[in-house]
């Protein structure tokens, strides 16, 4: 319970009116229970045991006494069926009031969670594993959901419960006792079933999150999968872990299935002992029967006190998880500076950059690189795999932070430029475009959604993507699938770089942007890039040194350092590392 109070927030008030009303309604239903015994005492006309019982017993017994017998009958039974009305009026306005309470604080967490994934520094989204984020997201706050509900059941059977009891001791302290030393039992047992059931809820998140992943990994990676056969061992890997889900589940529901049995074995002598218990107290068959009532009333919500105890810890595991996400002490994240960026006027300046992923102790993917990509070039860098040209994409799109070093705009440190401006006047055009569910055209205007349908247009045309997008079935409207699976690695490159180029971007990087275009359609790409020359700053990342031959500087980067740079016609004839990459990829010997 206290752990789910942080999550309640700014509705924390709720709890006083939840507990208001499901006290209210409960002493209506008592009261409405307790008039039996008056009703009774005249239907069947009782006078043994009417001298008996509790102060309540006898402030009932005189309700309506000025009244003649048929007149006050009616009394007694209309103030019956008042005070049930009255309970169920108020029940439905605690179950509306919860509810509403428990969507908006799910959505609130839900909402949350999602703001920390997209706040949170990139290094922490690439460290986990999708499936599992995914999981959080979805169906580990669909459990909060339902321990939330849980939890206000619990605190609306314990006004009941307190209540009842309450309304017993009045009627017959005797009774109440007895009643009591079974619920005390049932507690005990109860608690230990508890304990069970929270290592088995935690085994039920572990389990789940474990299942998840595989099943994320399967799905991206299904084309492999079929590729190399392999099938039937996929689906061995996916039923051992579906096994551990339904372990952990039939576990942790035995666990929480033993609560009804358990506490029926309890209170099974519980009437025979009330009937012994009366007949030596003296107490009427009216109050007997009227206890009896109330003792079936609250039965049930015992029970549920035993039952969601159970079935909260079974959830606590999928709490502890949120908590884990949301909180914002152990992760990290960028901070954006505060200085406008309206646009690249001179230059960007690489001054003795190093970066290293993760563990200090790793080899830099960075060390000390330093370079100017002047406002209006074409730069082009180059180097074999590992050489660090993704790194320096991540770094200029801020994604990471230097570990020494800096880069500079205009003179401006990278870091004290406001994040938001930054990237937006940047565009990113990869090798793997990033696609998201939805149509041809929304993909392409993903980065400005307020683009025209002739804008979106002139960018595909640029991109030379426009023809192949004619042909598709349903041509802009035509969904892309998952990822972009149902496009070919060449369309979605086209694809993505007609979305960067929308943007109208100060800075165009293009990661190996062109590596699965054809040779006509990379031709038509290095038009585009003619055309764009001055007014865009472009950024190349190639292997294929064929793509940048026309760059204004080439950076060739080597295990993480700048082994050579500057134009291109000097690299070539310097014979040094470029002209013998070039040379290579011209005998078809390296990509």
């Not at 206290?2 to 002493?27: C, D, E, H, Q």
């Not at 995914?134 to 209540?163: F, G, K, W």
């Not at 084309?223 to 096994?243: H, K, P, T, W, Y």
Request: proline letters at 3%; aromatic letters at 8%; one cysteine or more.
């Amino acid at each position: 319970m206290l752990t789910l109070y942080k999550f309640i927030g700014p509705y924390r008030w709720v709890l006083i009116v939840i507990v208001a009303l499901g006290i209210l309604s409960s002493l209506f239903e008592g009261i409405g229970l307790g008039l039996m015994i008056p009703f009774l005492d005249m239907v069947l006309n009782a006078t043994s045991g009417t001298h008996s019982g509790g102060i309540l017993v006898r402030m009932l017994r005189v309700y309506g006494i000025d009244f003649d017998p048929n007149s006050r009958l009616l009394l007694i039974g209309g103030t019956m069926v008042a005070m049930v009305l009255l309970k169920s009026i108020l029940t439905y306005i605690n179950v509306a009031i919860t509810s509403w309470i428990n969507g908006s604080v799910t959505h609130n967490i839900r909402v949350a969670a999602f703001d920390q994934l997209l706040n949170v520094a990139y290094d922490y989204i690439i460290r986990r594993d999708p499936g599992r984020l995914q999981m959080l997201v979805d169906t580990e706050i669909r459990r909060i959901n339902m321990a939330i509900t849980l939890a206000y059941n619990l605190i609306v059977s314990s006004c009941t419960a307190v209540v009842f009891i309450a309304l017993l001791l009045l009627i017959s302290w005797q009774l109440t006792l007895t009643f009591g030393i079974s619920v005390i039992i049932g507690s005990l047992v109860i608690q230990r079933i508890s304990l069970k059931a929270r290592r088995f809820g935690r085994e039920v998140v572990k389990a789940h999150q474990d299942l998840a992943e595989r099943l994320a990994d399967a799905i991206g990676t299904m084309r492999m999968i079929r590729a190399f056969g392999q099938e039937d061992r996929e689906r061995s890997r996916f039923l051992v872990l579906a096994n551990a889900v339904k372990r952990a589940f039939i576990k942790s529901e035995m666990v929480s299935g033993t609560v009804v049995p358990i506490m029926e074995i309890i209170y099974l002598p519980l009437f025979v002992c009330a009937v012994i218990v009366a007949w030596y107290a003296g107490t009427g068959l009216p109050t007997l029967f009227t206890c009896l009532i109330l003792i079936y009333r609250l039965q049930p919500h015992v029970k549920r006190l035993d039952q969601t105890r159970v079935q909260l810890n079974t959830m606590l595991g999928s709490v502890e998880a949120v908590l884990e996400l949301l909180d914002r002490s152990n992760k990290p994240y960028l901070k954006s500076g505060n200085a406008p960026f309206s646009g690249l006027k001179k230059e960007i300046a690489m001054e003795a950059v190093t970066f290293v992923y993760g563990d200090d102790s790793l080899q830099p993917a960075l060390n000390r690189v330093s370079f100017l990509i002047p406002a209006g070039s074409v730069t082009a860098v180059v180097g074999t795999s590992g050489a660090g040209k993704s790194t320096l994409v991540n770094l200029l799109c801020r994604f990471y932070d230097p570990n020494a070093g800096r880069i500079t705009v205009d003179g401006t440190d990278l870091r004290e430029l406001s994040l938001k401006d930054w990237r937006r006047r940047i565009g990113v055009a990869g090798q793997d475009a990033e696609l998201m569910t939805g149509t041809v055209a929304e993909n392409i205007a993903y980065g400005r959604p307020e683009a025209s349908e002739e804008e979106i247009r002139t960018a595909a045309q640029l991109a030379n993507a426009a023809e192949f997008i004619e042909d598709l079935p349903e041509r802009w409207d035509t969904r892309v699938g998952a990822r972009g699976l149902r496009l070919s690695g060449g369309q979605r490159q086209r694809i993505g770089l007609a979305r960067a180029l929308l943007c109208k971007p100060s800075l165009l990087i293009l990661d190996e942007a062109t590596n699965a275009l054809d040779s006509l359609s990379e031709t038509a790409v290095q038009q585009t890039l003619e055309q764009l020359r001055g007014g865009t700053t472009i950024l190349v990342i190639a292997h294929r040194l064929s793509t940048i031959r026309d760059a204004d500087y080439v950076v060739v980067l080597g295990n993480g350092e700048v082994v050579e740079q500057g134009r291109p016609g000097d690299l070539f004839s310097a014979n040094g590392v470029f002209s013998k990459l070039y040379e290579l990829q011209s005998l078809g010997l390296s990509r």
